[in-house]
């Protein structure tokens, strides 16, 4: 089993920052992607960011050029750098992984981020 548990989420101004945390632990070692994906009110969750577990990353359209994806070396703990944050950056962030041989999946809680303008 893996567990995810996301932090970082808050409040900021347009045009600001914020970095969330996804740490994971149990069988981390197994993990063959990672994810963030995104939900605001009245919307279907989008796909935000994602890396596997080689390192390679891909964003979803909205977020390309401001947002990172990167993952600890211990492989235990990704993060999204968000950078210019606008309003409709404002959502509910779900941190989601694949593990293992039969490709099981597992979600986080999820964490607040509202852009303020």
């Known amino acids: 089993q893996v567990q995810l548990v996301e932090t970082g989420g808050g409040l900021v101004q347009v045009g600001g920052s914020l970095r969330l945390s996804c740490a994971a632990s149990?069988?981390?070692?197994?993990?063959?992607?990672w994810d963030w994906y995104r939900q605001a009110p009245g919307k279907q969750r989008e796909l935000v960011a994602h890396?596997?577990?080689?390192?390679?990353?891909n964003y979803g359209d909205s977020v390309k050029g401001r947002f990172a994806i990167s993952r600890d070396n211990a492989k235990t703990t990704v993060y999204l750098q968000m950078n210019s944050l606008k309003p409709e950056d404002t959502a509910v962030y779900y941190c989601?992984?694949?593990?293992?041989?039969?490709?099981?999946?597992?979600w986080g809680q999820g964490t607040q981020v509202t852009v303020s303008s």
């Open positions: 890396i596997t577990s080689a390192g390679s990353t």
């Open positions: 989601h992984a694949q593990y293992g041989f039969m490709r099981n999946t597992v």
């Open positions: 149990g069988r981390t070692w197994s993990i063959n992607y």
